[in-house]
Each structure stands twice: as structure tokens, then as C-alpha cells.
């Protein structure tokens, strides 16, 4: 603690030549030594003898002086000297009568009379000083006093801050009493406006002189005052001191001033902010911060800036108490600024380190300050603009949720996407620092440090900091020289001890200890079995404690209600506060530990009846109410159950708010803790009975609670509809209510109701989230995914604003709700059709990706299982005829897309489901992942499952075409011959021969019998693998190929079979196999006439071949006309008219050509008429109109054929309108067409819209 420099003689020191002879007085300005006296004192000396009291003597070299003339004054660098420094006050005098102190050399006071020029006379030159203390000084004159005058330290009377040195070598032109020049950084040399920010910076000076050192002074008492004990070193969380350290490294105006530490309770939160306040406190440069509770704010605040006014000056108090100061009548701030806050936020601002203010646990704060909330939140972001202040808040996520959405966005650091600490759940928060259980090395190296094994924790509490401190507490007050066992879990003796018994096992040992403290002070003292009676008493008691902390104090207990539980008369006051039970908090008192305080209330919560005041009475049917309940409901103490054996009603609020406002206010969100932590504690049936009916609640759209009040009149009106009509109804008389009254809401029911509707979706959702297992809660669940989906469906896909309390369920819980990954992903697939269309949010279908990626083999059967799910989703395929998505589709596109991550487990899989959707994703699989179907082929045909030889038959048919390697061939090769071994799979042994047949190793030994099979028409047997065998085997394949096509039936499956063949026959290259299969298709068509359409499809893949079919199909075409009767000419013609792609259409002209120098049927001529009007929008317009002009000619020539082209050309004009388009223009070149087409056709042509 620095000096007040008005109090105390022994800090001067009296400066001397080296013959002894004083020259003046100085006085230590820093601690490393630093002294300050005036010019005159060493003027001229090379060397100076310093003498301190106590007999301390320091001799100064040259070196050591740094003389400033031109102001008067010298800077010495002593060494050795154990003197305080004084604080140097950064203005003038702060007396109201501007008086001051001084000793000469007895102390004298005096009067700062004003400022003046003076001219100071040094050894070598004349100097003028312009502002320069004039002093009128009591009973004293300066020029008659001893030379150790010079130097003195001139005090503030107020502040004991030093104004100025005195000087007495100067001149004015007018008498004084004395003068002194004034010590300021302003325009002062740089050594001394150094050496005076070192002395604001490192010696504290209150009152108006306030300097950054007296700042810190302030603060650091508020910190002391309020940090909580520490049980060990906390380990380090480099994760969140680094967010922390960034948020408080920001410079400039659009720097963030707000940050939230969010956590749950027991997370940690208290530690990190005192971890924080130290490391401020420490080092070169250390920065003021003050440290607050919730329970320091009051219901009158305007925000944050109150609060920290009441710590300063409390803190003031506590330092002029202090030994040294001034006594404990002394004040800091008594005469300082009437606005502490404003001034130590200015200096810390001028030395750039911003005054931090740290918020720990606001809920703490008053319920009606809880309820204007948005107010105190405007009035602390003007404050934190205003004077550039930070604000760290330290508190549950149920409270940033609130507080965090009423603070400026600007304000705030951190992100909303952040993802979430351990051990926490993912939840929309505004942005903010959040803070969980520690990671897996820092929890290791807590063990460690709390001396805990591994194992002796669960494996959700052995990274909870709060969970490993009390159980390292337990421990450590067992007897014995080794560390004590923990108390059983609930699985059985030596399983870890679950959170509750923790929590018990501590309370216990607390009350205990409270109780060996207890019986040390009775008389006479207690032993053995009375102190294990007292801690039962105790125990009562904290239980008692916790069921009052339900009431209006919302988690604390007033003054006189802990005097009444524990008395200070006999000690139990004392003994509770020492042993840390419960800790004061404002004007009463908390639980020490917030989390184990939840756990202590919720076991005395009345949940049915809280549960029905804070959510069902908004959602129930109508009826008179009061208000709404300002605490929360407890079950009876042991007393109130003996003297009325049945609960007491609620009672009303008390009037804890001003007259304007609600006679009641609602429970504030922040005290979900309880009730959590009592559902939490009921047993499942218990608690599946109550989630169930909170989601009801989420849904139910109920009519508002009601007031009567008068009813408008209403005129009389006469039912409309002839009188004695019994066609027209009359008009249903409604039942009105009594008295003419109507029914209207209750002011401000709508926002009670919201306030309902979010305690229903925090209850739901929290619980949910923190049950071990929520299997027990799987109905509950569903229904609460059928919900989701029903009103996401109405609102156009899922968003929380539009969802109200359901909303809160977004796929960010799915994905955390503690289910297998199978159960979990079923819920999601009840949820996708509530996705919306694509967009930045986050999706359920991107959750169940998710899982599907982090546990494919447990997801991958469960998806498969989608395929019989058709509902649609709101996303779409692009393309304006693009089918509509599915539950079903989307599991394809899932499957498919994250193929890579199991591939051979998603065979197995689809394989497994046996459905439609399952066989085309298999299919595309063994397009994209031949490998991997070969490997499910192989293991299908080993396998002794009927069902799996059909389906390696099946899928070694469809894989074979795409085997580009040896490994793939020898899988399938091993499949055949295993199929082929089986006479029971007889029906099999086409499709194992047709894989046989495509791999050359095996195609000489089975080929014959496999072109049997073919030839017999087995349609196991694909075309395409025996036509893999005709560039080696062209004769017998080409023969198997006839006799399979004159065996095949004109029928629905018949055709198909047949198409299938044309299309791989097409498919062959090479001149001579493409030669003589073309001569087959040719012989097929003659024994077939009536297969046109199948030969028809063979032309038009082999045109798309380009020229290299040309001398192929140019034979072909001329015996078209030649040889086929016009039945198959009308068929196949046309092919050649259709435009086709670039590569074919030059070949397709030529081929037209061909056919049209003979062609003179007419209904060909007519068909290719409409094979020129289809294929219009794609050929070019020129081309077009030469081949109608030149049909229409040849048709002319025939009987009866210009009619035919008039007519047909009004038809295709009818239905096709580019057709009708090119028409119309060809019509207005001229005449060429008037021979074409007649005047009936143009007239007809006309009138085609």
C-alpha cells in the first residue's frame, strides 16, 4: 500500500554536499528509486549525499543526476533506499479551499493562491518557468527558512497527493509566501513525463487525483472481495484463454465490448473468470477489472454501470480501512468523482487497458431486475459505448439466450456457429465464448492433480470439472492413509458413483464437517454417535434451506430466513458460512455450488404442480385464472404435512414490483434448473408421462384463459330466404354467455403464453438431451418428430421462427439425442419431409449424412430400410420434368453419394432390403463400383442362401459388361463355377455360363453349352454376353443368335427379348462380324415382316455409328424398296427421315436419298411426310422444307396423292406448331408451293392457331 504523502514525515530525504551541508529535500517518485527534488538542490554538485530516515544513507554520482533546469526540478536515480513513493497527482490542487501541506521543516499548511511566471537563477544561465504555484503559507515564509525547503514535496490536503516542488531560487516581480513548480506530463521533458507516468501507473492516488494506480488499487479489492476459493490449481483451458484473450486484444471503434462465457452449471465458469482476473493483475502491466455477482445488482438498475459504482466504492471503503491509509474513517472516493465508474474507465482507457467488468452468475439477479431485462441490457450497452469498457458475462445458457439476443449484435465477440464444447449440447445461442467439460488431456491432468484414478468416475462426469472437485473432496476427507473409495453407483457396489450420489456424498461431508465444528464449540463437547445425530440435523436443515430457496427468492435464501434455519446465537451461522455449505450472495445467501444447489432444490420441487403452472395452465381449456405463480412450487416440509397433512396452495407473489407492473412476474428462465434436474430425477414412466405431455402442450393450440367483460349490442337481422321456405336453413342460434359478456384475453396472456411455450420446448429439449439413454422416451420422440413434420409441411419447410416452440427441435438435437445411430436415424426419416428447400440452413437430411458418414455399417441397413418410404420432400431434381423426391429417392441419392465409406457393407445391405429402390441402386453400383459387386457376387454364390445364388446370378449378369480388371474376372469366374456346381440352381446356370462365356480363360470349355442354353431361349442368358463370343466364335454365335430370334414370340415379353437382342447386335463392330450380323438382321426381317419395328430400332443405332456404317447399310436401303412389302417399308423408312445427331445425319440423307429414287407408295411417302414435320425443331429448316417439298411432288404423282398431302399437311400443322411455323413461311416465298398444296389446305392452314 503506497503512503498517503500528507500523513507521514518518514518518506523525505534530505539531500547534502559532500561536506555534510543540506542543499534541500527530495522525495522517491517510483520504486525503483527514482527521486525528484528542485534544480537549486543540486546545482552545481558533482556528487550528492542522500539521508533517509533510519539512518539510510546514499551516495549519487554525476551520472545518476538528470538535471531539467528549464523546469526547475532534477530526477536522481538512488539505489538502496526502503522509502515509499509518494503519488503525484495528474492536476491541480483538489482541496476546495485549494489548501495544501507542507514541512519546513515542521509541517506547515498553506493555500495554492494561483500560478505566475517566474525566472529561476541557476549556476550557469537564467530559465523561465510560466506557470509556477504561488503559496500563502500559514505562519511561514520561504525565504526565510532553512535550505532543505528546496524540494519539498507540496501535498494536496484532499488527495495527499504531491502538486509540486517547492523551489526557492526564483523571482517575480511581485512578494509571496512561497512558490512550487507544478509536476506535469503535459509539455514536460521526456524523462520526467516518463518517470510520471511510471508514478500514475505504480503509485495509487484516490479522490480526485485518481490515477490508473489507484484504479487498480479499487479494482483489485472488488476482485479480492468477490473471487471464489480455488480447491487446487485449475488446468489450463488454452482453448477458451485464448477466445478470452482475443476478445480483450481488440482495439478501435468497431472492436466487440461484450462477451458471453457460456456454460451450464459446474462447467467451470467461475474459475475461468478468476484465472482470468489474475492473470489481468499480474505482470508489467497489469489492467483493472471488477469482478460482480448477480446477486450485487438491484431491482433500480439501469444496467451494469450501477453495479460497478456500488463495487468501486465499496472497494474505496475496504482500502481506506486498510493499515497505512488513513484509518478506517477514511474514504478514497469521499471526495473524489461523483462518477468513480466514468473516471477509472477513462484512465483505463487513456493507458490502453480497457476496464473489464466481469459478470459472474446474473441469474443471481433480482426477479424484477429479470424482468426489464431489455432495459438493463440498453443501459449496459451505453455504458460499454459511452466509456469504451469490456463485459465478460459468466452464466447459463438459458440466460445468454435472453441477455445475448437484447445486446446490440455489434457488441457481442464470438460466433453463433461455434461448435459446441465437450460435453455440451448443441443449441442456437447468440454469439458466444461456450464452455463445457474439459477435453480429454486437460481432464486427464485434473485426475491427476486431484489425485483421482482412472475409473472412478462415469464416463459423462469424468471430464465435469465441478463432478471431479467434490469427489476429490470426498476422497480427501476419508480416514486412512490411502485415498478413500468413492460411494457406489447405482449399478452396484464398485460401479462409479453416478452425479446425484456425488452430489449426496458431498452434502453429506459438508454437513458433517459442520457438525464437527458444532460440537467442538458445545459444552461439554460432542463425540461419536451425537455428531453423527447433529449432521442429521445439519443435513435437515440444508435440505430445508433448499426447499425455501424455491420461493421468491428464486435459488436464494433472505437474511431472515437463514438466521431462522441457522442461527448466529449458537453458532450454526458461523459454522455453515466457514465450511463453504452456503455462501453469501448480496443481501443473502446461496448455495456455494450451483449445480449441486439445483440438484438439492429439485428433490423438494412439487413437479406436477410447477409443470402445470409454468406450461399446461396456458395451454388448457378456458377458464378465470389468477396470475401466474412468482416462485416455483415445493413439496411440504416434514412440519406442514404433520399439521395439515395434505400440501398448501402456492402463495401469491409477493409485491416485489412497482405498481405499473404485472401483480406477479413470471419464473424467470434461468431457473430451469430445478425443475430440469427433477425431471431428470423422476423415473422414466414418470418422466415419459410428463415429456409426453409437454409436447402436447408444444402443439395444442388452446383458447386463451378469459375475463368477461359487457357485450357490444347488436342489431336484429332477419334470416335471408322466403319466409316458410324449407329450403333455405335458418340462421343457428349460438349460445351466448350470460349477462351479455364475450370473452377477451387477459393483458399480456400472449406473451405468457410464449413464455409457456418455451419452457415446454426447454424442458422437453433439455431432458432429452441429458438422460443417459433415451430409449425409454422413443413414443415420445416420434411424436415429437410427427408434430415437426405436420406443421413444417404447413409452413413450407422447417424454421424455427415460423415453428414457435417446436421450432427449438431443429436437426441439431436429432443429432444429439443419446439414441443408437439406427434409432436415431429413423427419427430423421420421419423428419426429412419437414426440410425446406435448399438453402443455408442447416437440413435433416445433412444430419443423417452425417451419421451415415461417422457409422456406416450400423446406419447403412437402416437407410436401406427408407426404400418403402414414398413421401415427398420439397426439394427437386433440376429440370422442369424432373420427378419430385422422396423419402425413398433421397436414400438412394444418400446411399449412393457415401458409397466409398462401406461399400461392401452397403451391398450386403441393399442386397438385404430386397426392394425395387435397392435393386437399381445395385444396379448403378455396378456401373460405378464393378469391384466391389464383384466381390458381393463372389461372396452371394458361396453363401448358402437360396436367395443369394440368385441374386450373384442377377448381379454378375449386370456387372460383367463393366470388369475392366483380372481380379474382377477371376471373382466372377469362381461365382459361375459355383452356381454351376448346384443342380438345385439349375435356373441359375444360364446367367453362371453367360459370365463363363465373357471371360476368355473359360469361353472354349462353355461356350457350346451356353449358346444351347441361349439358343433354347433361357433368359438368364444375356444376348450381350454370347455376342462378347462372336469376334472368336463367329459361326456357331450368329447361328445361336438365328435360331433365337425365329424361336422368339411376337409378344409383350417376347418383343422386349427381341429388342434386346437387335440393340446388341447393333452394338458389334468390325467389317466382317458387322457384315454378316447385318445379313442375319436382313434374313429376320424376311421370315419376320412383322418385327419391323425391332429392325427399325437396329438401323437407328447403326446410323449413330456414323460412316463407318455406311457400307453396311447402304445395300440395306436399296433393297428396302426392292424386297420388302410397304407394310415394312412404313416402318423402317422413316428412320432414315428422322434427324438424328451430327455424326449420322449425313449417312441418313444418303440413305433417304436411296429410298426415295424408288419409293412411290404413298402411305410411306405419307409416313416419312410425318417423320419430316417431327423431327423439324431439330433439322435444319432447309432441310426440312426440301424433304416436304419433294414428298409433296412425289406424292403428287401418284393417285390420289395430292389430296393425301393436303390433307396430312393440315393435320401435322394442326398438332405440331415449329411445323406450322416453317409453313407459314414457306407460303410467303411465292409460287413455289401454290402446285403443292391447294386452296382448301391454305384456307385450312389459316385458320391453325
Same mark, same amino acid.
Given at each position: ?20 551541508? %543540506? ?121 526565510? +527558512? ?278 455440451? %449440447? ?8 461456450? =464452455? ?130 441457522? %442461527? ?232 424455427? /421462427? ?60 437402416? @437407410? ?8 415427398? =420432400? ?50 448403378? =453400383? ?57 443342380? /438345385? ?64 414370340? /411376337? ?16 452394338? +458389334?463392330?468390325?467389317?466382317? %462380324?458387322?457384315?454378316? @450380323?447385318?445379313?442375319? @438382321? ?11 419395328? #425391332? ?28 424386297? #420388302? ?125
Amino acid at each position: 500500500m503506497a503512503t498517503r504523502g500528507g500523513e507521514r514525515d518518514d518518506v523525505l530525504i534530505r539531500v547534502c554536499d559532500l561536506a555534510g551541508r %543540506p542543499r534541500g529535500t527530495g522525495f522517491l517518485a517510483h520504486a525503483d528509486g527514482t527521486m525528484i527534488t528542485s534544480h537549486e538542490a543540486v546545482d552545481g554538485l558533482a556528487r550528492l549525499v542522500l539521508h533517509a530516515p533510519g539512518g539510510q544513507v546514499c551516495l549519487v554520482e554525476t551520472g545518476a543526476i538528470t538535471a531539467l533546469p528549464e523546469t526547475g526540478l532534477a530526477l536522481v536515480a538512488t539505489e538502496g533506499l526502503a522509502l515509499p513513493p509518494l503519488p503525484i497527482a495528474p492536476g491541480g490542487p483538489a482541496h476546495p479551499e485549494r489548501r495544501t501541506r507542507l514541512r519546513l521543516p515542521h509541517r506547515t499548511e498553506g493555500v495554492v493562491v494561483g500560478t505566475t511566471a517566474a525566472t529561476y537563477t541557476a549556476t550557469d544561465r537564467f530559465h523561465l518557468l510560466d506557470d509556477v504555484y504561488e503559496l500563502a503559507l500559514d505562519g511561514a515564509d520561504l525565504n526565510r +527558512v532553512a535550505p532543505q525547503a528546496s524540494g519539498a514535496p507540496l501535498i494536496d490536503a484532499a488527495t495527499g497527493a504531491v502538486l509540486a516542488v517547492v523551489v526557492t531560487a526564483v523571482q517575480t516581480g511581485h512578494r509571496a509566501g512561497g512558490f512550487a513548480v507544478p509536476l506535469r506530463a503535459r509539455c514536460a521533458p521526456a524523462p520526467l513525463a516518463e518517470l510520471l507516468s511510471r508514478n500514475a501507473a505504480t503509485v495509487p492516488a484516490y479522490g480526485p487525483h485518481l490515477n490508473l494506480a489507484g484504479a487498480l488499487q479499487l479494482t483489485g479489492a472488488s476482485v479480492a472481495a468477490a473471487r471464489p476459493g480455488a480447491w487446487r490449481e485449475p488446468v489450463d483451458r488454452p482453448e477458451v484463454a485464448a477466445a478470452l484473450g482475443e476478445f480483450l486484444a481488440m482495439r478501435g471503434e468497431s472492436a466487440p465490448l461484450a462477451l458471453g462465457l457460456v456454460g451450464e452449471p459446474g462447467t467451470g465458469r467461475s474459475t475461468v473468470l478468476a484465472q482470468l482476473a489474475a492473470e489481468r493483475a499480474r505482470g508489467p502491466h497489469p489492467a483493472p477489472t471488477v469482478w460482480l455477482r448477480g446477486a450485487e445488482l438491484r431491482p433500480g438498475d439501469g444496467g451494469v454501470r450501477d453495479a460497478v459504482e456500488r463495487a468501486l466504492r465499496s472497494a474505496a471503503r475496504v482500502v481506506g480501512a486498510a493499515p497505512g491509509y488513513g484509518g478506517a474513517a477514511a474514504d478514497p472516493l469521499g471526495s473524489g468523482p461523483a462518477d468513480p465508474t466514468d473516471a477509472v474507465a477513462a484512465l483505463a482507457r487513456a493507458a490502453g487497458r480497457p476496464l473489464l467488468v466481469l459478470l459472474d452468475a446474473p441469474e443471481e439477479m433480482p426477479p424484477v431486475l429479470a424482468h426489464a431485462l431489455a432495459d438493463w441490457s440498453a443501459g449496459t450497452a451505453r455504458w460499454l459505448r459511452a466509456d469504451r469498457a469490456r463485459l465478460i458475462v459468466a452464466c447459463r445458457p438459458e440466460f445468454w439466450e435472453q441477455a445475448g439476443a437484447l445486446l446490440p449484435r455489434e457488441l457481442l465477440h464470438g460466433a453463433p456457429a461455434a461448435g459446441p464444447p465437450p460435453g455440451a %449440447p448443441v443449441r442456437p445461442l447468440p454469439p458466444c465464448v461456450r =464452455l463445457g467439460d474439459l477435453g480429454a488431456g486437460q481432464a486427464e491432468r485434473a485426475r491427476a492433480r486431484y489425485g483421482l484414478p482412472e475409473g472412478a468416475l462415469a464416463e459423462a462426469d469424468a471430464a465435469h470439472p465441478l463432478a471431479l472437485r467434490l469427489l476429490s473432496e470426498v476422497r480427501a476427507a476419508q480416514p486412512g492413509d490411502e485415498p478413500g473409495v468413492p460411494p457406489d453407483g447405482e449399478d452396484g457396489p464398485g460401479a462409479p458413483p453416478t452425479r446425484a450420489a456425488l452430489f449426496s456424498a458431498h452434502l453429506d461431508l459438508m454437513c458433517l464437517r459442520i457438525a464437527v465444528r458444532l460440537a467442538a464449540g458445545s459444552e461439554p463437547p460432542l463425540r461419536g454417535a451425537a455428531v453423527r445425530r447433529l449432521a442429521a440435523r445439519v443435513a435437515g436443515q440444508a435440505h430445508e434451506a433448499a426447499r425455501r430457496c424455491l420461493g421468491p427468492g428464486q435459488g436464494e435464501l433472505d437474511r431472515e430466513t437463514f438466521e431462522e434455519l441457522f %442461527p448466529w446465537r449458537t453458532g450454526w451461522a458461523s459454522a455453515v458460512l466457514t465450511e463453504g455449505l452456503l455462501v453469501p450472495a448480496g443481501a443473502g445467501y446461496r448455495f456455494a455450488h450451483e449445480e449441486q444447489g439445483d440438484w438439492l432444490q429439485a428433490l423438494h420441487l412439487d413437479l406436477e404442480t410447477a409443470l402445470g403452472a409454468l406450461v399446461h395452465r396456458w395451454f388448457a381449456p378456458p377458464a378465470p385464472c389468477p396470475e401466474a405463480p412468482v416462485r416455483l412450487p415445493s413439496r411440504p416440509g416434514a412440519r406442514a404435512v404433520a399439521w395439515a397433512g395434505r400440501p398448501p396452495p402456492v402463495p401469491p407473489a409477493p409485491p416485489v414490483a412497482p405498481p405499473a407492473s404485472p401483480r406477479s412476474l413470471p419464473v424467470p428462465r434461468h431457473r430451469a434448473g430445478p425443475v430440469l434436474q427433477a425431471l431428470l430425477l423422476a423415473p422414466p414412466p414418470v418422466l415419459a408421462t410428463h415429456l409426453h405431455a409437454l409436447v402436447g402442450a408444444l402443439d395444442r393450440a388452446a383458447p386463451a384463459p378469459t375475463r368477461w367483460v359487457p357485450r357490444p349490442a347488436l342489431e336484429s337481422t332477419q334470416p335471408s330466404g322466403a319466409e316458410g321456405a324449407d329450403t333455405v336453413p335458418a340462421r343457428r342460434v349460438r349460445p351466448q354467455p350470460p349477462h351479455g359478456l364475450v370473452r377477451v384475453e387477459p393483458p399480456g396472456f400472449a406473451a405468457r403464453r410464449r413464455e409457456a411455450g418455451w419452457w415446454a420446448a426447454h424442458l422437453v429439449r433439455e431432458a432429452l438431451l441429458r438422460v443417459p439413454d433415451a430409449g425409454p422416451y422413443r413414443e415420445v420422440l416420434r411424436a415429437l418428430a410427427g408434430r415437426i413434420v405436420v406443421r413444417a409441411v404447413a409452413a413450407g419447410g422447417f424454421a424455427a /421462427e415460423r415453428l414457435e416452440g417446436l421450432g427449438e427441435f431443429g436437426p441439431w438435437f436429432w443429432r444429439q439425442v443419446p439414441l443408437p445411430v439406427g434409432e436415431r436415424l429413423e427419427l430423421l426419416r420421419m423428419l426429412l419431409p419437414a426440410d425446406g428447400p435448399p438453402g443455408p440452413g442447416e437440413r435433416f437430411l445433412a444430419v443423417a449424412a452425417e451419421l451415415l458418414r461417422e457409422q456406416p455399417a450400423a446406419a447403412l441397413p437402416v @437407410v436401406c430400410g427408407w426404400f418403402g418410404d414414398d413421401r415427398p =420432400l420439397r426439394a427437386r431434381l433440376p429440370g422442369p420434368d424432373a420427378p419430385r423426391l422422396t423419402v425413398a429417392s433421397a436414400a438412394q441419392a444418400l446411399l449412393h453419394t457415401h458409397r466409398g465409406l462401406a461399400v461392401d457393407d452397403l451391398t450386403e445391405a441393399l442386397v438385404t432390403a430386397g426392394h425395387p429402390a435397392a435393386d437399381e441402386l445395385l444396379a448403378a =453400383l455396378a456401373e460405378d463400383e464393378p469391384s466391389a459387386v464383384c466381390r458381393a457376387v463372389d461372396r452371394w454364390a458361396h453363401d448358402p442362401r437360396p436367395e443369394r445364388h440368385v441374386a450373384a446370378a442377377a448381379y454378375g449378369r449386370r456387372t460383367a459388361p463393366f470388369v475392366r480388371s483380372a481380379a474382377d474376372r477371376e471373382l466372377l469366374r469362381y461365382a459361375a463355377l459355383a452356381l454351376l456346381a448346384r443342380p /438345385e440352381d439349375r435356373a441359375l446356370h444360364g446367367a453362371a455360363l453367360g459370365l463363363l462365356v465373357r471371360d476368355p480363360a473359360t469361353r472354349d470349355r462353355h461356350l457350346p453349352t451356353a449358346l444351347r442354353h441361349f439358343a433354347s431361349g433361357d433368359r438368364q442368358l444375356p444376348p450381350s454376353a454370347v455376342a462378347s463370343a462372336l469376334v472368336t466364335h463367329p459361326e456357331p454365335v450368329l447361328a445361336a443368335f438365328q435360331a433365337r430370334l425365329r424361336a422368339v414370340r /411376337e409378344s409383350a415379353d417376347g418383343g422386349a427379348e427381341t429388342a434386346e437382342i437387335m440393340r446388341e447386335l447393333a452394338a +458389334v463392330t468390325g467389317h466382317g %462380324p458387322a457384315r454378316r @450380323v447385318t445379313d442375319l @438382321v436382313q434374313d429376320y426381317l424376311r421370315h419376320r415382316p412383322g418385327a419391323a419395328r #425391332h429392325v427399325a430400332r437396329y438401323l437407328d443405332l447403326r446410323l449413330e455409328q456414323g460412316p463407318a456404317a455406311r457400307a453396311l447399310l447402304l445395300p440395306f436401303a436399296a433393297a428396302l424398296v426392292r424386297e #420388302h412389302p410397304p407394310e415394312v417399308r412404313r416402318v423402317l423408312a422413316p428412320v432414315f427421315a428422322a434427324p438424328g445427331t451430327r455424326v449420322s445425319r449425313p449417312l441418313r440423307q444418303e440413305l433417304l436419298d436411296t429410298v426415295l429414287e424408288a419409293e412411290r407408295d404413298p402411305e410411306v411417302l405419307v409416313d416419312l411426310l410425318t417423320a419430316a414435320a417431327d423431327g423439324c425443331r431439330t433439322r435444319h429448316p432447309l432441310l426440312t422444307r426440301d424433304l416436304v417439298h419433294r414428298l409433296g411432288l412425289l406424292l403428287g404423282r401418284t393417285p390420289q396423292g395430292a389430296a393425301r398431302f393436303d390433307l396430312r399437311i393440315v393435320e401435322l400443322a394442326g398438332s405440331r406448331p415449329d411445323f406450322i411455323r416453317l409453313l407459314r413461311a414457306w407460303l410467303a416465298e411465292g409460287s413455289t408451293w401454290d402446285a403443292l398444296i391447294g386452296p382448301s389446305a391454305r384456307r385450312s392452314l389459316d385458320t391453325v392457331a
